[in-house]
């Protein structure tokens, strides 16, 4: 009877690794454990990118680093509530912060994760674990908030040189995140 609950278990246990599955039958939000990042709304038709890798530079819905490229780290923010701060890959100085306007800029980093227009949450149907080892898709279906403008969420779109921005109005776009 023992044994037979330990190896019940241990299959229970191997069966929930899946590389992307949803974590509880829930939503989740996942660890990218300092991976390296491309965004890209679920249809995979444009991206949430840096136009520049400048202070002040939009954030629009392609990146100058090129369609394959990733562009972001999303740092946890070591706060109860699971927040991010989501920096450019090339400058770790540099942070995406949401503007009372609706709009998205890269400024300016603030490491001390109190900084609302720079925190953000995601929440995705799909969270892969070991993020750092794997190539391609890592989470999926995910809405992407801003902590500062009243959990509004990312859009982007309808073209690659749209900016992206926060919207309080209407469903929420999703995108999936992608490693190289």
């Known amino acids: 009877m023992f044994a037979s609950s330990i190896v019940a278990l241990s299959i ?4 929930s690794a899946s590389p992307l599955a949803a974590r509880g ?5 996942p660890n990218f454990e300092g991976a390296g990042l491309r965004v890209v709304d679920s249809f995979c038709s444009l991206e949430f990118g840096p136009s520049a890798a400048n ?4 954030v629009i819905s392609s990146s100058f680093r090129g369609a394959n ?13 699971v927040g991010y701060i989501i920096k450019d890959v090339g400058n770790n100085n540099l942070a995406v912060s949401a503007r ?15 900084a609302p227009d720079q925190i953000w949450t995601v929440q995705c149907d799909t969270c ?3 993020i750092s080892g794997i190539h391609g898709r890592v989470a999926s279906q995910c809405i992407i908030r801003s902590s500062g403008l009243n959990g509004g969420c990312v859009a982007v779109g309808p073209d690659a040189k749209s900016p992206a ?9 999703k995108f999936d995140f992608f490693t190289n």
Do not use: E, M, R
């Not at 202070?55 to 939009?58: H, I």
């Not at 921005?165 to 776009?173: D, F």
């Open 69 to 81: 490229a990733v562009d972001w780290h999303f740092q946890q923010t070591g706060q109860p509530v």
């Open 165 to 173: 921005y926060v919207t309080n109005s209407g469903a929420c776009q």
């Open 55 to 58: 202070a002040l530079a939009p």
């Open 25 to 29: 039958g829930s939503s989740c939000s």
């Open 100 to 114: 009372v306007d609706g709009s998205i800029l890269l400024d300016k980093a603030s490491d001390s994760g109190n």
């Open 128 to 130: 892969a674990t070991g």
């Open 12 to 15: 229970a246990a191997f069966a």
